[in-house]
Each structure stands twice: as C-alpha cells, then as structure tokens.
C-alpha cells in the first residue's frame, strides 16, 4: 500500500471518486432479436426502435438490435421470395391436381371404363389449368389415352404408344411434382 492511499483526501475533495453508472443492454434490443427469428416483422420494428434507443452514451445493446434487424429482413426477404415462387409455380395449378386425380385413376385396373375416365378426367383438368403448358401436358395424356382405348376396343395399338405415354407422363410429372416445377 503506497503513503498517498493512507493518507486523508485534502479538504474539498471526496472520499472515494465517483463510481461510474452501469448501464443494462436494452431490453428491447434482446427482445427484437428474439422475435426477429420467430415472428420477423415484430422484431424488425423492435430491433429499429432498439437501434435509435441504444446510440452512444445510451443503452447497450446496440449490437443485438442490428444484428435482429438484419436477421429479420433476410427471414421476411426470404418469406416473400419463397411466397412469389410457389405463387407462379405450375405445381399448385388446378390442372395438375385434377390431372393426377385422372391418371390415378387408371393406375390400378386398365380398362376400357377406366381409360375413358382418365380421358374425361384429363380433358376436364386441361380446361382448369391456369397455365397453357399444365393444358398441353393435359391434353397430350388425354390424346396418348384415346389410343390406348382404341387398342382395348379391338384395334391396333401404335407400335410407339407406350413410348409416347411415358413420355408425355414425364412432362407431366416436371410441371405437376415440387422441385421440377418451374
């Protein structure tokens, strides 16, 4: 222990100096950041107010409020994009839904009454379709099925039939299955 820190303070000055205020991280900042990950347009609005309430000399936290700020535009940005995309994706198209109905439809029994009911089926899902390549992928099933029918009824069966419906039902599954639709 040094001789000056016995020593009395001179008369006029205090004791011990002033300890200086503890400030808290802000409340709103942790709260921001909290709700920025779980209900992003609420912790935005948090996180904002949290970043003017935390300038300097102010609150800490100022870290914690940008850092919510951030995470909530990429999460709400990241909302949208996914929202626009399924909104224009051929894959939640009427026509698909009512398309695979059809052709489920025949998948078990192959039958001259099955066949004609994917057929009307499919043709009744091209005219749902709200996108004219969900229509066409429709109504080439529905085509590749009157052959098919014309060969259950006694006819001759196209020697490439086969090949035609698989390859029409592929188009169909890229624009009617998620992930291959566009």
Same mark, same amino acid.
């Given at each position: 222990?040094?001789?000056?820190?016995?020593?009395?303070?001179?008369?006029?000055?205090?004791?011990?100096?002033?300890?200086?205020?503890?400030?808290?991280?802000?409340?709103?900042?942790?709260?921001?950041?909290?709700?920025?990950?779980?209900?992003?347009?609420?912790?935005f609005i948090?996180?904002?107010? #949290?970043?003017? =309430?935390?300038?300097?000399?102010?609150? +800490?936290?100022?870290? @914690? &409020?940008? %850092?919510?700020l951030i995470? $909530?535009?990429?999460?709400?940005?990241?909302?949208?994009?996914?929202?626009?995309?399924?909104?224009?994706?051929?894959?939640?198209?009427?026509?698909?839904?009512?398309?695979?109905?059809?052709?489920?439809?025949?998948?078990?029994?192959?039958?001259?009454?099955?066949?004609?009911?994917?057929?009307?089926?499919?043709?009744? #899902?091209?005219? =749902?379709?709200?996108?004219?390549?969900? +229509?066409?992928?429709? @109504? &080439?099933? %529905?085509?590749?099925?009157? $052959?098919?029918?014309?060969?259950?009824?006694?006819?001759?069966?196209?020697?490439?039939?086969?090949?035609?419906?698989?390859?029409?039902?592929?188009?169909?599954?890229k624009l009617?299955?998620?992930?291959?639709?566009?």
């Amino acid at each position: 222990m040094s001789l000056d820190s016995q020593l009395p303070p001179p008369p006029g000055y205090p004791a011990q100096p002033p300890a200086p205020e503890q400030k808290g991280t802000s409340g709103l900042a942790i709260a921001g950041l909290i709700l920025a990950i779980f209900i992003a347009p609420i912790g935005f609005i948090l996180s904002l107010i #949290a970043i003017f =309430k935390t300038g300097a000399g102010k609150a +800490k936290g100022r870290g @914690l &409020a940008i %850092a919510g700020l951030i995470i $909530s535009v990429l999460i709400i940005g990241g909302s949208v994009a996914v929202i626009v995309a399924a909104a224009n994706s051929t894959v939640l198209d009427p026509g698909c839904t009512s398309g695979k109905d059809a052709i489920f439809l025949s998948s078990t029994t192959v039958d001259a009454t099955t066949v004609q009911a994917s057929i009307d089926g499919l043709t009744a #899902a091209a005219g =749902k379709a709200k996108h004219d390549d969900v +229509k066409a992928a429709n @109504l &080439a099933l %529905a085509e590749d099925y009157k $052959s098919l029918l014309k060969a259950l009824q006694g006819g001759e069966a196209p020697a490439d039939l086969e090949a035609k419906i698989n390859t029409d039902a592929a188009a169909f599954d890229k624009l009617c299955t998620i992930g291959d639709g566009k």
